[in-house]
Structure formats: structure tokens, C-alpha cells
């Protein structure tokens, strides 16, 4: 991987950290390294956008990009829970202009769409108004976790369910002969690693994984629904994984923590790291040590 930022146009295969954060927004001195928004992540297959999640770094995304983005995003959740939600309505400027659409996508529901539940949520007296009184257009697509994607120009994307409360969607999108798996949130089972999972990730450029809490937190918050980079080592070592980025970062843990964290998994896996809020990561390409990653974000 490089760490630097790649123009969006080149055809290679991107992703863009938005929020990294779990559970909720934090903010303050102690989190200016890996930032405070909940999960957001931006993928370019080329020129192709998708987003996952509309965490609160979805704000930022859309105030980045201004009129940049095309007329449909297609927004894929991994699950409903706030902290990927909440920043749905603040993806400004798209949801103040009637000419855009946001199709949605959700695979946890048995199916269903997230509309139902987005429209419970977005509604007073938790929210002042409706979806539909935003000038965007919401279209929303429900799917079952384990199917592929297919969309109108014949991009395809590949979904696998998750161990979560309510279920969650794990994505894995392949351009260029780059292979990219994004896997959160995730409580890691036992075994591990899960077979059907270690197929699904084999041989990826990079996964994202959900690394919330430290093996010495897990016992006490087990069945939460989220894992630790350790688990995520031992994914990708079996797997043949050649990097991973560690996001869903628990809300209580500050910069330093987190360094000290990253350079105990560095010992083990020379290209894993935690993700920065705002990293752009072209994936695929060779590493670069990891003081660049702070030098990327800031770009
Ligand atoms: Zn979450
Ligand atoms: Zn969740």
C-alpha cells in the first residue's frame, strides 16, 4: 500500500477512512491521531464510488467532496446500529439537492430494507423531520447477507453475515486485481478462525477488521458484538492476508493507547495498523512504514 492520497480518477482500487471510531463520536485531545467520528468508509473501484456505513464521519465525507459525487451513491450498510446511521441526514450538501438519489443497502434484515427503520428513526420526536421532507431521494434496497451485489453498470460486490447483535454485513469488492474486504462489526467466534469467513477474505489485499477491544477488556465484554486486532491477526495470518487496517475503535481509547497498541500488532504483522480517520490508502500497493500514515492524513 501507499499511504499517500491518490487522485480518485486513477483506476486502481481506494479506500478513504471517514470515522473509524465505535459505539459513539468522541473528540478532544486525545483522539487527533485516529479521530473521533463513527464508521465511514469510502471505496473507489476506479472511478466507482461506494460508501459503507453513515457513521458521523459521513458529514465530513460530504463536505470534502462538495458537488464532487455522483448523482447516485450507493451507500451499503453493514448493519442499522446508531453509530453507523446517525450521520445519515448530515451528508450535506447531497441531501439538500433534489437531483441526487442515495441507494441504500442493507443485508441483516432477512431481506427487508433499512427504509422502515431509518424512517422510525428519522422522525420526530428524535429527529424534527421525516426522511422524505430532505430534498434527496432515499431508494432503499434490502438483500440478504451472503448473497453478491450486482448494479445497473454491472459492478458486483460480494457480502458475507456477521456475528453481531441483529447481524452485520462483512463486504469484499475486487478491481484491478486488488482484493478489499471490509469486516465490522464482528464478534470473532470458537473457533477461529470461522472457516466460511477465512474463504471469504483469502488472499486480500487488505480487510478491515473490527478491532474494539484489547484481549485483556474481551472477557468482560463478551457477546457485545466486537472483536480484538489479535483475532484479526489470526484471520489474516491464516488466510494469507496481506495487510490490515484495525477501525471500530473503542470510544475510551486515547492516541496514546492506541500507538502503543499499533506497535505491539506491528511486532506481529509488519503491515497491520490501525486506521486514521481521513487515510487514504491505495490498496495493493507496497507498504510504507507507518510515521507516513500521519503524514497522509493531514494531505
Ligand atoms: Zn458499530
Ligand atoms: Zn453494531
Redesign the pocket.
Known amino acids: 500500500m501507499t499511504l499517500s492520497p491518490r487522485p480518485d480518477t486513477e483506476d486502481g482500487l481506494t479506500l478513504k477512512f471517514w470515522g473509524v471510531r465505535g459505539s459513539t463520536p468522541v473528540s478532544g485531545p486525545d483522539y487527533t491521531e485516529f479521530g473521533g467520528n463513527t464508521p465511514c468508509l469510502e471505496i473507489r473501484c476506479g472511478e466507482r464510488l461506494f460508501l459503507i456505513d453513515a457513521g458521523s464521519g459521513l458529514n465530513a465525507c460530504g463536505r470534502h467532496h462538495r458537488d464532487g459525487l455522483p448523482k447516485e451513491i450507493d451507500l451499503l450498510f453493514s448493519?442499522l446500529?446508531l453509530?453507523?446511521t446517525a450521520g445519515l441526514p448530515f451528508f450535506k450538501p447531497v441531501v439538500l439537492d433534489p437531483s441526487r438519489t442515495i441507494n441504500t443497502y442493507c443485508g441483516n434484515l432477512d431481506g427487508a430494507s433499512a427504509g422502515t427503520a431509518l424512517d422510525r428513526l428519522f422522525s420526530p420526536p428524535l429527529f424534527p423531520v421525516s426522511l422524505d421532507v430532505i430534498p434527496c431521494t432515499f431508494a432503499h434496497h434490502g438483500f440478504r447477507a451472503g448473497e453478491r451485489l450486482t448494479f445497473a453498470d454491472g459492478a458486483t460486490v460480494d457480502t458475507i453475515p456477521l456475528n453481531?447483535?441483529q447481524g452485520?454485513v462483512g463486504y469484499r469488492f475486487e478491481h484491478a486485481g486488488r482484493r478489499l474486504c471490509v469486516i465490522s462489526?464482528i464478534e470473532h467466534s470458537d473457533p477461529w478462525p470461522d472457516t466460511t469467513l477465512l474463504e471469504f477474505v483469502r488472499d486480500a489485499d487488505l480487510v478491515v477488521y473490527d478491532g474494539m477491544f484489547t484481549e485483556g477488556e474481551y472477557p468482560v465484554c463478551r457477546g457485545w458484538?466486537h472483536s480484538t486486532w489479535q483475532k484479526g491477526v489470526e484471520l489474516a495470518e491464516a488466510a494469507g492476508v496481506k495487510a490490515l487496517a484495525i477501525i471500530h475503535l473503542h470510544p475510551c481509547h486515547t492516541d496514546t493507547m492506541l500507538l502503543s497498541v499499533e506497535a505491539d500488532m506491528q511486532a506481529v504483522m509488519p503491515t497491520a495498523f490501525i486506521a486514521r480517520e481521513r487515510q487514504t490508502i491505495a490498496v495493493g500497493e507496497p507498504m510504507r512504514s507507518a510515521p507516513a500514515l500521519a503524514l497522509a492524513r493531514t494531505a
Request: aromatic share 0%.
Open positions: 448493519h446500529h453509530d453507523h453481531h447483535p452485520s462489526d458484538g
